[in-house]
């Protein structure tokens, strides 16, 4: 499985946009499936998006309503999630992970390997 890192992460205000990036340090993220999940305070891991090996990507509608995008890196070794008009609810650690192909990706349940996180704050 691969090794993750992810990184990007920071304070920002409202409306702001960030972009966190997922690298894989040991083997190419190219052969699995990468989910990238949120874990707020007090509140369970969520989905957020995920791209497949062969890059069909699902988002958590409900939660990104169309403002992120997931997408494979030009080197084909990291994956990234474009974070547009950021608002306090998507203040929390977001975590990259990688399922085997054929999985279901939006289940947490899925995924093996996990990144450390990177904390994203947002201010009112």
């Known amino acids: 499985q691969a090794q993750l890192v992810e990184s990007g992460g920071g304070l920002v205000q409202a409306g702001d946009s960030l972009r966190l990036s997922c690298a894989a340090s040991?083997?190419?993220?190219?052969?699995?499936?990468v989910g990238w999940f949120r874990q707020a305070p007090g509140k369970e891991r969520e989905f957020v998006a995920a791209?497949?090996?062969?890059?069909?990507?699902?988002y958590n509608e409900e939660s990104v309503k169309g403002r992120f995008t997931i997408s494979r890196g030009a080197g084909k070794n990291t994956v990234d999630l474009q974070m547009n008009s950021l608002n306090p609810e998507d203040t929390a650690v977001y975590y990259c992970?990688?399922?085997?192909?054929?999985?279901?990706?939006?289940?947490?349940?899925?995924?093996?390997?996990w990144g450390q996180g990177t904390q994203v704050t947002v201010s009112s």
């Open positions: 791209i497949s090996r062969s890059d069909t990507r699902a």
């Open positions: 040991v083997r190419t993220l190219l052969w699995y499936t």
């Open positions: 992970a990688t399922a085997q192909p054929g999985t279901p990706a939006r289940s947490a349940a899925s995924y093996a390997s």
